[in-house]
Nanobody, 114 residues
Framework: QVQLVESGGGLVRAGGSLRLSCAAS????????MGWYRQAPGDQRELVAS???????NYADSVKGRFTISRDNAKNTVYLQMNSLKPEDTAVYYC????????WGQGTQVTVSS
C-alpha cells in the first residue's frame, strides 16, 4: 500500500513563497519518477512538475522559472519550492508518481491572495 503525505501549504500573498513536502512510504519512491499535481476548484488535476529517480526535472509552462522540484531519496521525500506565487497558483497540491499516478493523498491547500 502506497502512502503519500503532503504538507507545507498555506495562505500567502502574491509574490510570496512556499515550500511543499511529500513523504512517501514503500519502495516506489526510489524507482519511480515523482510529480507534483494541482487541482483548482472546477478544474481538472494537472501535473505541474516532475522529477526522475536521477533528478532530471520537467515543468509545466505555467510554473517554469518559478517552481523547483527536488527529491531526497534517503528520506523518501519530494519537495516543491514555489516562488513568485500568483493568485492563479491557488489549488490543492498533491504529490504522486508521474506521469501515471497511483493512490492519492489528502493534498495540501495553497491559497495565494492578490
Amino acid at each position: 500500500q502506497v502512502q503519500l503525505v503532503e504538507s507545507g501549504g498555506g495562505l500567502v500573498r502574491a509574490g510570496g513563497s512556499l515550500r511543499l513536502s511529500c513523504a512517501a512510504s514503500g519502495t516506489i519512491f526510489k524507482i519511480f519518477s515523482m510529480g507534483w499535481y494541482r487541482q483548482a476548484p472546477g478544474d481538472q488535476r494537472e501535473l505541474v512538475a516532475s522529477i526522475t529517480p536521477g533528478s532530471s526535472t520537467n515543468y509545466a509552462d505555467s510554473v517554469k522559472g518559478r517552481f523547483t522540484i527536488s527529491r531526497d531519496n534517503a528520506k523518501n521525500t519530494v519537495y516543491l519550492q514555489m516562488n513568485s506565487l500568483k493568485p492563479e497558483d491557488t489549488a490543492v497540491y498533491y504529490c504522486n508518481t508521474a506521469p501515471h499516478p497511483v493512490s492519492w493523498g489528502q493534498g495540501t491547500q495553497v491559497t495565494v491572495s492578490s
